[in-house]
Every structure is written in structure tokens, then in C-alpha cells.
């Protein structure tokens, strides 16, 4: 039963980081994320590693949102709707930042988070809960997964881009 558990998750965590480097590839140079002092979407460069600072204020309270076409029709604004939110630990947010500006963290690589580890650090929730839950728990790869089912007309929501 534990080998099963295990063997979900592993293939779960390749499906987010796959999911991710499409994502990536296909969008251009900024994602959406979502303020939740203001409860709003808005845009910024994908390259920030959430949570930043939001609309509002300085407050780091801008979350990465994982924006979806229900109709699958991505002319259909009316369909848009945030599929789950996404935040990093502090630890990985600093690791990324300091590799994205080509500075070393200062720390020893014994202390850097390796990419396996890295699942535990980034942690995802519904939009309209409270928990977070880190990306390789069965509740976190539920939530990443749960919007990918065809709705009435058949059709299987898109990942939107701003």
C-alpha cells in the first residue's frame, strides 16, 4: 500500500514539473497571481517566486494563481476562473532568488534544497480555504489535479497565460 502511495506521488510531482516547464514554455513573460488582502488577480513577470508583494501594499501577500478556461475556449472570459493558488517556503523562494540573480545563497551546498526535496518547500490550497499543503501530499496533488476533468459540454479546462 505504501509503494502504491509512494509510486501516486512521485508520478504526481513529475506531473507538476512537467505541467510547470510547459507552462513555461508555452506563455510568455508573465503569469498571474493573486493578492489575497484585496482578493484579486493580477499580472506580474513569471520569474517572481511567490509569495511577493501584492497590489495593495508591501505586504508579501501575492500568490501565484493557476488560472483555467472551464469551457476550454480561451476567447470565453467569462469561463476564466483560479483553479488553486501556489506559494513557496522561504527557504526555497531565497534558493530560487538567488539562483535566478547568479549570486550563491551564501549558504553551503550541503543546506541547498535538492529538486527532489524542493517538493515539500512549495505548497498549493483552493482558493476560498485557509491550508496550504505542500505539492508532494496526497491532498496537494489533489488539489493540482482536480480541475482537469471535462465538464458538462465534454470539454477539458486549458491552463490560462495572461
Known sequence: ????LAIVLLAGAAFRFSHYLGERAQAG???????LSERKLFVAPRTL????????NDEPDGM???VIWTSGNPKDKASQKIAYL???APELKQQFEAMQSGRQSGASSGSRISRGAAQ???FVRRLNEETWYPVNSAEGEKIMTEWQVPGPDGKTPLVCAP
Request: hydrophobic fraction near 45%; avoid cysteine; charge should be neutral.
Open 49 to 56: 517566486v511567490p509569495p511577493i508583494r501584492g497590489i495593495n
Open 86 to 88: 501556489e506559494k513557496y
Open 64 to 66: 501565484r494563481a493557476i
Open 120 to 122: 515539500s518547500f512549495i
Open 1 to 4: 500500500m505504501l509503494l502504491v
Open 29 to 35: 513573460e508573465n503569469a498571474y497571481f493573486y493578492d
